[in-house]
């Protein structure tokens, strides 16, 4: 049996699948709020081609050479695992792999889009890369990227996680990343906010409005976003075509693909080439996306315009969302707090295409703490939701008998993210919600 199933360095794929070449109804377009001139503002922020992807509708987006090979440097193709010991430990028919992009060197799918964004802006000329991280891990990918290809990189780190998470700090600056806890004296919101109050905790929509203010302030500066938007998703298609390859190679047509979802973008990496065969009638897998009951953007939010940030200062984006003033409970899996979600990601949810599930953190952490004594990987908070609904549905099979092929996106790993297993540990785990 094939435990492990590997692709040679050149069969990392060619191009990027656009899935909005082939979105069974239009995708509503960003539009701007009242007054304000936010796309307007997004021309200044973004690169030229980050933008020009962000809109195109050719369905194979080349792969520049250059960020080929930096995808072959960094380990690509990444392996595809079948879960036998979990598999016997739940004693199911049912055949269980997941899609390893722990292996990367940040342990997140993040670079396969910081490697082509930093990329582009030093092509353009850009000097300097500016962001927010909350969790840490696109801080880190954008770090590393922005390193590799030549730029200075700035990272605005939410106040309280930036005192939570010395090793996050830590790690950008091995990647030569210049990080700040945000709010800062960096810039002018930051100024301000802090003058109001000095002892201000921070948040996503601030230190998105301070990362987008040196971008519109400086022309050798650039803004850059590690989901959400559409040439993110784009970028993450190379971890669906490279499991197709290798699903092929192991004789296996899945079943159910499942994923977690932040701002989407390791399920639409993961699962938009597949759902491309379901769009086509070529297909019956089913696709199911899985977040955190205390934050349930896909399964309780609405379908509307919203800001992308809770200032209200990006254009709105036609999503499902939980409202731009939500604020998640602090639950361990950081990178699933987002109140909305990538309006690729939602509108196939809507049109019946993502079948949307959530789960509770306790039992996520069960189901992580399964899969690490049995497969040995100590899998991200974020990626224990996944986890969890590939051990509920291959307990189903269990009941039924049927052989069903489960495939799953294991995102990240946890060896950074300590912290919620020892809550686990000590009983403090709150099941929010
Ligand atoms: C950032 C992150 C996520 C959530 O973001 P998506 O854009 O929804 O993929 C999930 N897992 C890991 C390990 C992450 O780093």
Redesign the pocket.
């Known amino acids: 049996m094939n435990y492990k199933i590997t692709l040679s360095s050149d069969e990392v794929p060619k191009n990027w699948y656009n899935i909005l070449a082939d979105l069974p109804c239009e995708l509503p377009a960003p539009k701007n709020s009242e007054g304000k001139n936010q796309i307007a503002d997004l021309e200044k922020a973004f690169t030229k081609e980050a933008l020009k992807q962000e809109f195109a509708q050719d369905r194979y987006i080349k792969i520049p050479n250059e960020v080929r090979e930096l995808y072959m440097k960094i380990g690509r193709p990444s392996p595809l695992f079948r879960a036998t010991r979990l598999e016997e430990a739940l004693n199911t028919p049912a055949k269980i792999y997941y899609k390893r992009e722990d292996t990367s060197p940040t342990g997140?799918?993040?670079l396969n889009s910081a490697i082509p964004q930093a990329y582009f802006a030093k092509k353009e000329g850009v000097e300097r890369l500016t962001t927010e991280t909350g969790a840490g891990?696109?801080g880190t990918a954008l770090s590393l990227a922005s390193n590799m290809v030549g730029l200075d990189c700035t990272v605005y780190m939410v106040k309280v996680s930036f005192n939570q998470k010395p090793d996050r700090k830590n790690i950008m600056n091995i990647y030569d990343g210049n990080v700040f806890a945000s709010p800062s004296e960096n810039t002018e919101i930051g100024r301000k906010i802090l003058a109001d109050n000095p002892d201000h905790p921070g948040s996503l929509g601030v230190a998105i409005s301070e990362a987008m203010e040196e971008a519109l302030l400086n022309d050798d500066v650039k803004y850059s976003l590690g989901?959400v938007l559409n040439h993110v998703m784009l970028h993450q298609t190379i971890i669906g075509q490279e499991l197709k390859v290798q699903l092929e190679k192991a004789e296996k047509e899945p079943d159910v693909m499942i994923a977690?979802?932040?701002?989407?973008?390791?399920?639409a990496g993961c699962l938009f080439p597949f759902i491309k065969d379901k769009i086509d009638g070529n297909s019956d897998t089913e696709f199911i996306a899985v977040e955190p009951s205390a934050c349930p953007t896909l399964t309780e939010g609405s379908y509307d315009y919203d800001f992308g940030d809770i200032n209200g200062f990006t254009p709105m984006l036609k999503m499902f969302t939980l409202g731009h003033d939500f604020v998640a409970p602090s639950v361990h899996a950081g990178?699933?707090r987002y109140h909305g979600m990538s309006p690729i990601v939602s509108l196939l949810t809507k049109e019946g295409y993502i079948t949307p599930t959530s789960a509770h953190q306790k039992d996520v952490f069960d189901a992580g703490i399964m899969f690490a004594r049995n497969e040995g990987i100590v899998p991200?908070p974020?990626?224990t939701h996944a986890i969890k609904v590939a051990i509920d549905e291959a307990l189903k099979c269990k009941e039924t008998g049927e052989e069903k092929t489960i495939v799953f996106n294991f995102?990240?790993h946890g060896m950074l993210d300590l912290k919620g297993y020892a809550s686990y540990f000590e009983g403090t785990l709150q099941n929010a919600k």
Request: charged residues 10%; contains cysteine; glycine residues 24%.
């Open positions: 997140s799918h993040k891990q696109w989901s977690c979802a932040g701002g989407g973008s390791n399920l990178g699933l991200a974020e990626t995102s990240g």
